[in-house]
């Protein structure tokens, strides 16, 4: 059974750093596209960050030069480095995992991030 688990959202001050995590389990890790997705409120959901099977990145254009994305193929891991934060990046923040041109996508939790002072 596929099981995304995110970890590392929390509160933290303006232009400060988090560094979300996402354990990937029950899925062929190294085939799968995996992304980081957020949400607030009364909004789609959007992407901020997609790291390839092959290792091609791409970032929302609110988050470019602020954030990194990398994965671990042997730990079947995703990682979401997030410098410089703001307000406008609080949200609930959720891992992704899709299999490019097929059905096969699958939706960690969410963990919550919160930019105040």
């Known amino acids: 059974q596929a099981q995304l688990v995110e970890s590392g959202g929390g509160l933290v001050q303006p232009g400060g750093s988090l560094r979300l995590s996402c354990s990937a389990s029950?899925?062929?890790?190294?085939?799968?596209?995996m992304a980081w997705y957020r949400q607030v409120p009364g909004k789609q959901r959007e992407l901020v960050a997609a790291?390839?099977?092959?290792?091609?990145?791409n970032y929302a254009d609110s988050v470019k030069g602020r954030f990194t994305i990398s994965r671990d193929n042997a730990a079947n891991m995703v990682a979401l480095q997030m410098n410089s934060l703001k307000p406008e990046d609080t949200a609930l923040y959720y891992c992704?995992?899709?299999?490019?041109?097929?059905?096969?996508?699958?939706w960690g939790q969410g963990t919550q991030v919160t930019v105040s002072s």
């Open positions: 029950g899925i062929v890790f190294s085939v799968y596209t």
């Open positions: 790291v390839s099977a092959f290792g091609s990145t």
């Open positions: 992704n995992a899709k299999v490019v041109r097929s059905a096969l996508e699958f």
